[in-house]
């Protein structure tokens, strides 16, 4: 129960998130307060391919419905419509296929809030990497 309703743990999938979180890592994902409050901008986010339900993605929050954003790689203006949010990653030189959102729609841009499962909160593994997610 506690598992799947106030807090999970979950490893970093993919090189996405580096340098700030990398593949090996384990997080503590809050579940329980996202339901009880709001989503911000630069939340590190557990998410649901919607596409493929069993795969997860670990993803950064760069803006919320109704906010409009000019993103670097397309070189284009955003707008994130209601009940939906823009994610990215926190690698700095993405690659092309990672921008390409339709080859990997969790990867990168506008994807509903209802995919959005928690907040990572903290790196607990390994012990020598401990520390919170900012």
């Known amino acids: 129960m506690v598992n799947d309703t106030l807090i999970s ?3 970093v999938p993919d090189h996405l998130m580096e340098p700030g979180l990398e593949v ?3 997080l503590l994902v809050d579940k329980l307060s996202p339901k009880l409050y709001h ?3 630069e939340d590190v986010v557990l998410l649901r391919s919607p596409f493929k339900p069993a795969e997860k993605s670990v ?9 409009w ?5 397309t070189a284009e ?3 994130v419509k209601m009940g939906h949010c823009w994610i990215e990653g926190d690698a700095p030189h993405p690659h092309e296929e990672v921008i390409n959102q339709r080859a990997s729609p969790t990867l ?4 509903p809030l209802a995919l959005i499962t928690g907040r990572a909160t903290h790196v607990i593994w390994p012990p020598s990497r401990v520390r919170k997610v900012w």
Request: with cysteine; net charge positive.
């Open 108 to 111: 990168c841009g506008p994807v």
């Open 77 to 79: 203006g955003a707008y």
């Open 24 to 26: 090996g890592e384990w």
């Open 39 to 41: 989503w911000n901008r």
């Open 9 to 11: 743990v979950t490893p």
């Open 59 to 67: 993803r950064r929050i760069k803006a919320l419905e109704n906010d």
């Open 69 to 73: 954003l000019f993103h670097k790689a």
